[in-house]
């Protein structure tokens, strides 16, 4: 029994569905080197992504684009397939467990559970261009499909025959801009550019934590913007951006307009002859505009608290009755602020430590050629040497115009933090200055009852002693045919009122 060896690896299989058969049967061992063998095979297979495994890179192999598929692709009319299900360049998880099947449209598609209001890709106009293929030396391509895309020839006058998925394998620094992917063409697109399947759920369920993640052969950054129609009644709220930069280019993936990419190609159209644009340096730029965006609506914020804390402690009356609504509004908006800058500079914090951990990798690789060319002495230039050079320089200059984000980023989260406590700062002036105006107008309240109080006071005993005089019964003075009595009462009268008052006055009650 010791020598029944069960790999489970070499024994995997495809079957039709594209499902894995395990074969338990026992490897014949033919000695115990044999088994050493095995065990170290399976000691290995261990580091390999349990769940969504990679099959190693070959050397003649794109390190973006799964040419294979793509061609697949161009010439399929329907959907995506293999053009060899043998073939070890595909990974061993199949989408399907994270993509709904076309041909299954009663099961809806799954959203995020945990973040915003999701948009549904198949509430957008299907007629305007959802794809756009940009390079900063062939112009953009604008087109309404995944596939009429790379069906499109190149913009160029010299490479008129050359098809844009030709020009994806044979050139860099290219940008694809894809706007609500339907579930077929996120299919095709995560197997043509070989993205994970983690990758492609994060992006079709519309995740709204922002991240950075690092795969095989390409970086994940989820960064979040917001809408910018200020007549919208979704003015403000969060939508997110997906960044998937590769080595030799960059994808980008929304689901509902936003003036970034255009923005970021108008630089890139106004810079190209002065800097090199990479991919890298095109992940920098979105990120860059994104931030920037927050600043006009940052400054209009600082405004509008500035006024409030100004105004909260001089009008009166009713001039303060629109005082709340606007410190709500601008807390409001001050919330939605702290909200979405928030985790942006973990995100950028993430992105520095990668370049300076790639700068450091590329580095340590060129001191061993460096060595190993002092030992061989060889007579080959610095760029055969060191081909990686230029990588580090654009590594090092990102990481620059990063920390120049970053500071933005910490800067403005400052200024939304001291917004903030502006604002309840005013909104307490504000509370403290209604309840001072409710207490006025109790004290007004409080002196009249007691005037009113005190001429009741002064008016009870002569009421009881006219109603004395008045009685049907025999008083004083009512034999007298003279009216003596009627003005020694009258007078008597007058003089408690005249006491009566000047007491009063005394004693603070008038």
């Known amino acids: 029994m010791e020598d029944e060896i069960y790999d489970a690896r070499p024994f995997m299989a495809r079957t039709i569905t594209n499902d894995y058969v395990l074969n338990m049967e026992p490897e014949p061992t033919l000695s115990r080197f044999n088994s050493m063998d095995n065990k170290q095979q399976r000691e290995e297979s261990t580091e390999v992504d349990v769940c969504y495994p990679y099959e ?14 793509l061609n697949a692709y161009t010439k399929k009319d329907d959907e995506v397939v293999d053009p060899d299900t043998g073939s070890e360049h595909q990974m061993t998880a199949r989408l399907n467990d994270l993509l709904e099947n076309s041909e299954k449209p009663s099961i809806p598609r799954r959203y995020s559970r945990y973040g915003e209001i999701v948009k549904d890709p198949g509430e957008l106009n299907k007629n305007i261009d959802r794809y756009t293929f940009y390079s900063a030396d062939l112009g953009s391509l604008k087109t309404r499909s995944f596939k009429e895309l790379l069906e499109m020839n190149s913009p160029e006058k010299d490479q008129v025959d050359k098809t844009v998925a030709d020009l994806l394998i044979e050139t860099s620094s290219w940008w694809i801009d894809i706007l609500a992917p339907t579930n077929d063409e996120m299919r095709a697109i995560s197997k043509i550019f070989r993205i994970h399947p983690l990758t492609t759920e994060d992006i079709q369920a519309q995740e709204s934590r922002e991240k950075c993640e690092i795969f095989q052969n390409y970086m994940f950054i989820s960064f979040r913007s917001f809408n910018h129609d200020y007549h919208s009644q979704e003015y403000l709220d969060a939508v997110s951006f997906y960044i998937v930069v590769f080595k030799d280019g960059v994808l980008t993936f929304r689901f509902q307009d936003l003036p970034h990419p255009h923005n970021v190609r108008r630089r890139i159209h106004q810079l190209k002859d002065f800097i090199r644009v990479t991919p890298e340096w095109i992940n ?7 931030t920037d965006s927050f600043a006009p609506l940052i400054q209009h914020t600082e405004l509008e608290v500035d006024s409030i804390d100004d105004l909260v402690l001089v009008l009166n009356g009713s001039e303060q009755n629109d005082m709340l609504r606007r410190i709500g509004s601008c807390r409001k908006t001050v919330m939605q602020l702290l909200r979405l800058l928030g985790p942006k500079a973990d995100v950028v914090k993430s992105l520095i430590k990668r370049y300076e951990d790639k700068a450091k990798e590329t580095q340590y690789n060129n001191m061993l050629l460096r060595e190993s060319h002092s030992t061989t002495n060889g007579n080959g230039s610095l760029n055969d040497i060191y081909p990686e050079q230029d990588e580090v320089k654009v590594h090092h200059e990102v990481t620059l115009y990063l920390g120049d984000i970053q500071d933005h980023i910490l800067t403005m989260l400052q200024n939304v933090s001291h917004y903030d406590l502006i604002l309840g700062r005013a909104h307490r002036n504000y509370l403290g200055q209604i309840s001072i105006e409710l207490s006025q107008a109790g004290n007004t309240t409080n002196g009249v ?12 005993p002569l009421n009881l002693v006219g109603s004395l005089f008045g009685m049907n019964v025999h008083v004083p003075g009512q034999d007298q045919n003279d009216l003596v009595w009627f003005f020694w009462i009258v007078m008597g009268m007058v003089l408690y009122v005249v006491a009566m008052v000047a007491i009063g006055k005394r004693t603070g009650f008038l």
């Open 449 to 460: 009852i007691n005037r009113l109080t005190f001429f009741a006071t002064i008016v009870v």
């Open 56 to 69: 190693p890179q070959l050397l003649d192999q794109h390190p973006t684009i799964e040419v294979d598929v």
């Open 284 to 290: 920098y730029a979105l990120i860059d505009n994104i």
